[in-house]
């Protein structure tokens, strides 16, 4: 497992993959839906409130999500398996988040942003993957997007995504 170091040589060379990826992961529906739109909205408030609550050495308390995760450090994957999935998660990745988990426990911290017992410190410095959800009356929106967390500041990897242009469209504040 290799670490991703935010201030390192090799992180300017994986910008615009991570860039890439983090393009597909967007909450959208079918037709109009004033819930969803509404939903998409209130996001803008979150994205910028995570990254506050980060600098100030807040706990977690995201439970929606599988284990109750907000957020997961990122590792560069090596030798990949295929496209084989276990609960709609690669096997690839799935093998390294336990390899994470089992490295973090050791030194006493969580590869998982979560609710739990294990997540009840501020997140490592590194790259982390933040999807909030936010849900009401049976409908839901999230966006998922990389965090750079170093050892004194966060910030957002990048402003130019589907959910920020989005909310520069519709006038909704977005902190820098």
């Not at 426990?105 to 999807?131: F, I, M």
Request: charged share 25%; with cysteine; aromatic share 8%.
């Amino acid at each position: 497992m290799q670490q991703i170091d935010p201030t390192g040589p090799q992180f300017a060379q994986d910008l615009e993959r991570f860039r890439a990826v983090q393009q597909l992961a967007y909450a959208c529906c079918v037709g109009h839906n004033a819930a969803q739109e509404q939903l998409m909205d209130d996001l803008a408030e979150h994205r910028q409130l995570i990254v506050d609550l980060i600098r100030q050495g807040v706990e977690p308390r995201h439970k929606a999500y599988p284990f109750k995760v907000l957020a997961h450090r990122v590792t560069r994957l090596h030798q990949p398996r295929g496209q084989l999935n276990i609960a709609r998660f690669g096997v690839n990745s799935t093998l390294d988040l336990v390899k994470q988990v089992g490295q973090g426990h050791k030194e006493g911290w969580s590869p998982l942003w979560s609710v739990d017992k294990r997540s009840q410190h501020a997140p490592q410095p590194g790259l982390w993957a933040v999807e909030p959800h936010l849900g009401r009356d049976g409908v839901g929106a999230k966006f998922e997007e990389l965090l750079v967390i170093t050892e004194d500041s966060a910030f957002w990897l990048d402003d130019d995504l589907p959910h920020v242009r989005r909310w520069q469209q519709r006038q909704i504040k977005v902190a820098a």
